[in-house]
């Protein structure tokens, strides 16, 4: 470190400070003579065009109102109440097309939904006599505007498309500017023909497309021979392409496009539906006037493309799929679907107000008071972080414990494990699983025993204690006793009938090897048989893992990301960090890749785990640690190489887990939020169904 940076540091701190301690404050020393030099604050690039940061940030300013027409939320066919798993999305323009259209879904082999969006400001009626395995239509009048693209995105914020394993998306194509385009091959008539046969044709070509996504859990998106193209084909598009990106920390590789274009293709439904994340709305779509190239509906068609890679998906031609033998009786409603994982999302219950919580931190205090008091500490920061279809809700509450149960079993999550709270026999916040295991909720559930201390600081160390742990007053052997009865109980999670309990700071336990053969025979003097018991991989300091799993007395080790994974850090500049934050800016990305390495090495004995986000924001303001660049796309390629990386093992011990399904105050959700709907879950369960 310079001279001159360490007397910055001294002349804004009024202190000295270690090598380790300055990383943070040395990056917002840099902004601040950054600042002193040029007169302003660096902030994120700005273009002035509609769909750059800076105009989108302006937008957002307030109530958000204009996702999806509001005419579509009174609509009488909607929400279906039993919805297909493959739907057909039409968008309509030319109502003289739609017959051939509806005539060639009569070669659909399952089950399916029509969704179609009508910009004709004609009636479109469909004609179903033909469509054997229709079960649900519904016609959505839209605006001209954005071509077929606004409509889909619309579409998506409105969550219509969540339900769905695949999707067909098609619309009245005519391209009559394609006849101009020599080196495009072939005039719009010949185009749309070669779609329509591609993707739909015969009944025999459809089922082999829906094999083949059946057999290859990644693979993205399927369209029409001669229709993927290339970074040749960016045209007026890429800057806005790069600007949409930046709405979810992604930058954009010019070179690795690889898109459908025309935006008629078969598709994974999680590509479309993580389109949610960019919180598109009418304002960044240039209203019509025939353009063909530049603007945010050609810009979106190629980001179809640049998503799918970002989620490990491939997008093929018709001719590229590689038959494929698979029952189509997964796309049938009702049918069990095959299981790749055993996804067990971490469950925090601080959502109930308690007698202790009143006293530390005020009267009904609950963990949505840190959420709502959270400010953004950059542009674009996705902060507070609002919770959508479950709301600020209150786990006092019968109905919303179930709700949450009902939503992880629709999107492929096994079980719930719990945060476990027991200091020197005295348990905190155990209501809600208490309130489980008391009632008949078929849903599995396990725990892990939070061993850390509370503190103020909300960091688990020993400063600003609330309550801690005392293994003097009440030994570690005791804790079995405590949760004998939910170990007991037939929905607890298990391994090959061994109920799965897990210990967060095991280290942290005097002579705990002793304690955990301790527990192994209580279990098996009550008849539970034995336990299946894990340690969560956290560092040393933390009072992690200080031996072998196996010399410990564990069965294994389960990673709890960010600990012990990748910390890449990131300018406060780069992002235009505000001058109070002297927290700690970290790459998603980074960590995701570096993961993705260590699952091509991962032991027997060591069970994967993924995150969300993180962002604790929400309890440390302007000290919080912040992974930059979450998204569904990322997450879900993660999630899948996770599930690759376990393939091997018997099919109980394929136990994945997920930080977490509902940490609001750090960031990591999977319940839906305001600004990604059902995204991640929508990733959760198309892995899990691969």
């Known amino acids: 470190m310079t001279a001159p940076v360490k007397a910055a540091v001294k002349a804004l701190?009024?202190?000295?400070?270690?090598?380790?301690?300055?990383?943070?404050?040395?990056?917002?020393?840099?902004?601040a003579l950054g600042a002193r030099i040029a007169g302003t604050r660096p902030r994120v690039a700005e273009t002035g065009d509609v769909t750059s940061m800076s105009s989108w940030l302006r937008r957002r300013r307030g109530r958000q109102s204009n996702l999806f027409p509001d005419a579509w939320r009174v609509h009488e066919a909607l929400p279906f109440a039993e919805p297909s798993r493959v739907a057909v999305l039409m968008h309509v323009h030319f109502p003289e097309l739609v017959d051939e259209l509806v005539a060639q879904l009569a070669h659909v082999p399952v089950p399916f939904d029509l969704l179609v969006t009508n910009s004709s400001g004609q009636t479109v009626e469909v004609d179903a006599a033909a469509l054997d395995r229709l079960r649900n239509v519904a016609v959505l009048p839209c605006a001209n505007?954005?071509?077929?693209?606004?409509?889909?995105?619309?579409?998506?914020?409105?969550?219509?498309?969540?339900?769905?394993?695949?999707?067909?998306?098609?619309?009245?194509?005519?391209s009559s500017w394609r006849a101009g385009h020599a080196e495009l091959g072939g005039d719009g008539e010949a185009w749309k023909a070669s779609f329509l046969e591609a993707l739909l044709g015969s009944s025999e070509n459809v089922a082999q497309i829906l094999q083949a996504f059946a057999t290859d859990p990644d693979l993205g998106a399927v369209t029409a021979d001669g229709s993927v193209l290339g970074p040749d084909f960016w045209g007026?598009?890429?800057?806005?392409?790069?600007?949409?990106?930046?709405?979810?920390?992604?930058?954009?590789?010019?070179?690795?496009?690889?898109?459908?274009?025309?935006?008629?293709?078969?598709?994974?439904?999680?590509?479309?539906?993580?389109?949610?994340?960019?919180?598109?709305?009418?304002?960044?779509?240039?209203?019509?006037?025939?353009?063909?190239?530049?603007?945010?509906?050609?810009?979106?068609?190629?980001?179809v493309g640049v998503l799918s890679a970002?989620?490990?998906?491939?997008?093929?031609?018709?001719?590229?799929?590689?038959?494929?033998?698979?029952?189509?009786?997964?796309?049938?409603?009702?049918?069990?679907?095959?299981?790749?994982?055993?996804?067990?999302?971490?469950?925090l219950p601080q959502f109930h107000a308690t007698p202790e919580n009143d006293r530390w931190w005020g009267e009904g205090f609950t963990e949505w008071r840190n959420v709502t008091a959270a400010h953004p500490v950059f542009p674009?920061?996705?902060?507070?972080?609002?919770?959508?279809?479950?709301?600020?809700?209150?786990?006092?509450?019968?109905e919303v414990r179930e709700a949450q149960h009902e939503l992880a079993s629709a999107f492929g999550v096994e079980a719930f494990m719990y945060y476990y709270y027991w200091f020197a026999g005295r348990r905190l916040l155990s209501m809600p699983i208490e309130k489980l295991h008391a009632g008949s909720t078929?849903?599995?559930?396990?725990?892990?025993?939070?061993?850390?201390?509370?503190?103020?600081?909300?960091?688990?160390?020993?400063?600003?204690?609330?309550?801690?742990?005392d293994y003097d007053e009440v030994p570690a052997t005791l804790f079995i006793d405590d949760v004998m009865d939910f170990l007991k109980d037939e929905r607890y999670l298990r391994v090959d009938g061994r109920p799965v309990l897990s210990v967060y700071r095991i280290s942290q336990i005097p002579d705990y090897p002793a304690v955990l053969e301790h527990w192994r025979r209580r279990a098996r003097e009550e008849g539970v048989g034995e336990l299946f018991l894990l340690n969560v991989d956290v560092a040393r300091e933390f009072d992690g893992l200080d031996r072998d799993a196996a010399t410990a007395g564990l069965?294994?080790?389960?990673?709890?990301?960010?600990?012990?994974?990748?910390?890449?850090?990131?300018?406060?500049?780069?992002?235009?960090?505000?001058?109070?934050?002297a927290g700690n800016l970290l790459g998603y990305g980074a960590l995701v890749r570096d993961a993705e390495k260590r699952l091509t090495r991962l032991d027997a004995r060591t069970y994967p785990a993924v995150m969300v986000d993180f962002d604790n924001t929400a309890r440390r303001q302007w000290r919080a640690d912040i992974w930059y660049g979450s998204n569904p796309y990322t997450f879900r390629r993660w999630l899948s190489a996770t599930a690759q990386a376990v393939a091997d093992r018997p099919e109980q011990e394929r136990l994945v887990f997920v930080n977490a399904w509902n940490e609001w105050a750090e960031g990591t959700v999977l319940e839906p939020t305001a600004r990604h709907g059902y995204g991640y879950l929508c990733a959760v369960r198309d892995v899990v169904q691969g």
Request: charged share 30%; with cysteine; glycine share 8%.
């Open 380 to 398: 674009g920061h996705d902060q507070p972080r609002l919770p959508s279809a479950l709301g600020f809700y209150d786990l006092r509450l019968d």
């Open 442 to 469: 078929p849903k599995q559930y396990c725990v892990m025993w939070a061993n850390e201390n509370w503190t103020r600081r909300w960091d688990g160390r020993s400063s600003d204690m609330l309550i801690g742990q």
């Open 13 to 31: 701190t009024g202190r000295e400070l270690t090598r380790a301690a300055l990383r943070g404050r040395v990056q917002r020393v840099r902004i």
């Open 555 to 581: 069965d294994g080790t389960h990673w709890f990301p960010p600990h012990n994974h990748r910390w890449d850090w990131i300018d406060y500049a780069d992002l235009g960090a505000e001058p109070e934050f």
């Open 236 to 303: 007026g598009d890429e800057q806005i392409a790069r600007e949409l990106l930046q709405r979810l920390g992604l930058e954009l590789d010019r070179d690795a496009l690889r898109f459908p274009a025309g935006s008629m293709y078969w598709v994974r439904g999680i590509v479309l539906q993580g389109l949610r994340s960019l919180a598109m709305t009418p304002d960044d779509f240039a209203e019509e006037a025939g353009q063909v190239d530049g603007t945010a509906a050609h810009a979106v068609e190629r980001l």
């Open 145 to 174: 505007h954005g071509r077929d693209i606004l409509p889909t995105v619309s579409v998506v914020n409105a969550g219509l498309l969540d339900p769905y394993d695949l999707v067909l998306k098609v619309h009245t194509k005519r």
């Open 310 to 347: 970002e989620a490990g998906l491939a997008v093929l031609e018709r001719a590229d799929v590689p038959a494929a033998q698979a029952s189509l009786s997964r796309y049938e409603p009702g049918e069990p679907r095959p299981r790749r994982i055993r996804a067990v999302p971490f469950y």
